[in-house]
């Protein structure tokens, strides 16, 4: 069992707790960097141009709070996987929602409980995008 307990955080997370990334897909395969897009410029799904800008031309009004989306492509592919799943990890100021995690958060909806805001598949296709921005 104690075995276990050590090995957990490499299964999950590539490294022990703390790590500065996530390098394995979510899915175990390749995002698709339409839908990633799509997700992104949505405000109905990832909300992303609340806090960020980025390269969205048709989109009038985006966010100040937070960097710009094309800045996330100098990042890893495991370093925007951990900034999507659990970013208070990255940077425990942070004011970014954890957009996979489920377990330890406050202030949630009750029907929202348990839920993550995007699916495994909807993480991996945001950071199929974001790598196009490099």
Aim: proline share 9%; glycine share 8%.
């Amino acid at each position: 069992m104690r075995a276990l307990l050590l090995v957990l955080p490499f299964l999950f997370f590539g490294k022990a707790f703390g790590a500065d990334e996530i390098p394995a897909s979510l899915t175990g395969a390749k995002g698709d960097p339409q839908r990633g897009r799509a997700i992104v410029a949505s405000r109905q799904v990832g909300l992303c141009l609340l806090c960020h800008s980025g390269p969205f031309p048709e989109e009038r009004f985006q966010g100040n709070l937070a960097p710009d989306l094309r800045s996330a492509a100098r990042l890893t592919e495991g370093e925007i996987r951990l900034r999507l799943v659990d970013p208070a990890r990255a940077n425990p100021q942070t004011i970014m929602p954890a957009y996979y995690r489920t377990e330890g958060l406050t202030r949630v909806a009750p029907p929202q409980r348990g839920k993550p805001i995007l699916t495994a598949e909807q993480i991996e296709d945001v950071i199929a995008y974001l790598l196009t921005l490099k």
